[in-house]
């Protein structure tokens, strides 16, 4: 069992390009989000979905968008990247948002640099 | 505003125990999450607390204070695989995650 998983696991991208990250799970969970990672902060939520066909913005949507088709798949799109979406992504989904028990499950991350 | 503490860098010694802080302000509170994460590698549960108290799991413990806004992770005969940093997690009245920077913890022989 795979679990989540994301590609492409590293990218250099140059400024103004658009970038799909993709996010795959095989767990059947209802909820996904997409996090960053960068040095000295905390994970951050970029945008989130509770279930098939429905999202969310999370703390830091701008410049994101995301869409959730269906239970498995959970692409993060940079419409123009700008060097300031440098940055380790973090894909992970749980049971249900919300369930306090909940785990986070993530992927192994997605290391994108815009120059 | 939410905010999550912990400190930033740790060094223990292999074998001995250390305890890893984390305070934390929420709007609400529906528990305390702590995550290990290996450099270079995906950040992987280690515990949940939602109740006063300490909860043991293996060389593993998490302790939380509700009334205090505080928690703590842990370590019991340190090895040197649990050289990696450990988020603290707090989830709101909303159901949203507010994570601390992490704890790198440092294990020297």
């Known amino acids: 069992i795979a679990g989540i998983t994301q590609a492409p696991t590293s990218q250099i991208l140059a400024a103004g390009r658009r970038m799909t990250l993709r996010c795959t799970q095989d767990?059947?969970?209802?909820?996904m989000y997409w996090y960053r990672q960068d040095l000295g902060l905390g994970l951050r939520l970029i945008h989130y979905s509770n279930t098939a066909g429905t999202t969310g913005k999370g703390e830091v949507p701008d410049g994101y968008s995301v869409s959730r088709a269906n239970t498995d798949d959970f692409p993060l799109t940079l419409a123009s990247a700008v060097p300031s979406q440098t940055s380790v992504y973090f894909c992970?989904?749980?049971?249900?948002?919300?369930?306090?028990?909940?785990?986070?499950?993530f992927g192994e991350g997605s290391r994108l640099t815009v120059l | 505003g939410q905010n999550i503490d912990q400190p930033t860098e740790m060094t223990a010694t292999e074998g001995a125990i250390v305890q890893i802080n984390c305070t934390y302000q929420t709007s609400g509170f529906n528990g305390l999450f702590w995550y290990q994460q290996h450099a270079g590698e995906a950040p992987t549960f280690l515990s949940y607390?939602?109740l006063d108290g300490l909860e043991e799991k293996g060389r593993f413990s998490s302790f939380l204070s509700r009334s205090k806004g505080y928690s703590y992770l842990l370590l019991k005969e340190l090895q040197m695989k649990d050289s990696a940093s450990y988020l603290c997690a707090a989830m709101d009245s909303n159901y949203q995650l507010i994570w601390g920077a992490g704890t790198k913890l440092i294990i020297k022989p």
């Open positions: 767990m059947r969970h209802n909820a």
């Open positions: 607390n939602v």
């Open positions: 992970a989904s749980s049971d249900e948002r919300g369930r306090g028990t909940g785990e986070l499950f």
